[in-house]
């Protein structure tokens, strides 16, 4: 059964940085993506970031160049490198990960809050 277990958010005062990591397990079927989608209060889930098995990365507008993802394919594991946050950027993040013949999984979503 597919696991994803994320970890990494937390509390950052305006301009911080955090890192977050989300680690797929359970299934023995190769990864085509993975990556990551936010939700703010009050608003929908928007994505954030996506990576391909043969490291095609994208972004979306609102993180590019501030965000950087990367993965550990020995340890099935992306990362998600947050630079100059603020305010705007407090939200639930969502790993998420597309394997071939199977659903879009979701992790369980970890709390990212940027304050001072």
């Known amino acids: 059964q597919e696991r994803l277990v994320e970890s990494g958010g937390g509390l950052v005062q305006p301009g911080g940085s955090l890192r977050l990591s989300c680690a797929a397990s359970?299934?023995?079927?190769?990864?085509?993506?993975m990556g990551w989608y936010r939700q703010a209060p009050g608003k929908q889930r928007e994505w954030a970031a996506t990576?391909?098995?043969?490291?095609?990365?994208a972004y979306a507008e609102s993180v590019k160049g501030r965000f950087s993802l990367s993965r550990d394919n020995a340890k099935n594991t992306v990362y998600l490198q947050m630079n100059t946050l603020s305010p705007e950027d407090t939200a639930v993040y969502y790993c998420?990960?597309?394997?071939?013949?199977?659903?879009?999984?979701w992790g369980q979503g970890t709390q990212v809050t940027v304050s001072s």
């Open positions: 359970g299934s023995s079927v190769n990864i085509l993506r």
């Open positions: 990576i391909t098995n043969v490291g095609t990365i």
């Open positions: 998420f990960v597309d394997r071939p013949g199977a659903p879009r999984y």
